[in-house]
């Protein structure tokens, strides 16, 4: 795997590091925290959507196309559903959706549609990422903000 794909997939993890820490450590500030952490995590997961169209408008076969485009338009559509309800809610629904990813990140490398290095480093920072989400819905649930 290039190693700027790793560094750079791992500092997209960081505004919501960021977020979380500066939620527990200046409750006042949770509402503004969390706000920017939803949607930029549903900005990733749409961006992860974005790349799936894009490798297979490049790569799928006719016949795999349809599917994989279609696959494509679910990240975006369900982070937007997450940003919509209540942030501990939308967290929780971007766990789920994170959580999700990985198969049909192992779809598209089975049709030959992603570089060979796909999947090492999409699995770890999909889960990492529904890891955040489920940490940061606790911190809500658990802390709600007056």
Do not use: K
Not at 57 to 67: D, F, N, Q, T, V
Not at 77 to 85: C, G, I, M, R
Not at 104 to 115: C, K, Y
Request: net charge positive; proline share 8%.
């Amino acid at each position: 795997m290039p190693r700027a794909a790793w560094w750079l997939g791992l500092t997209g993890m960081l505004p919501n590091v960021a977020a979380l820490a500066v939620m527990l450590a200046w409750p006042e500030a949770q509402g503004f925290a969390a706000h920017a952490a939803l949607v930029f995590s549903a900005m990733v997961a749409s961006f992860v959507g974005g790349t799936w169209w894009g490798l297979a408008a490049l790569r799928a076969s006719p016949g795999e196309l349809s599917r994989f485009l279609q696959l494509a338009i679910m990240p975006a559509l369900t982070a937007w559903l997450a940003v919509l309800v209540q942030p501990a809610t939308g967290f929780a629904i971007l766990a789920m959706l994170f959580a999700v990813l990985p198969p049909t990140d192992r779809r598209l490398q089975a049709a030959g549609v992603t570089p060979g290095w796909w999947l090492a480093q999409r699995r770890p920072l999909s889960y990492a990422m529904a890891v955040l989400q489920v940490v940061t819905s606790l911190v809500l649930f658990l802390n709600p903000a007056d």
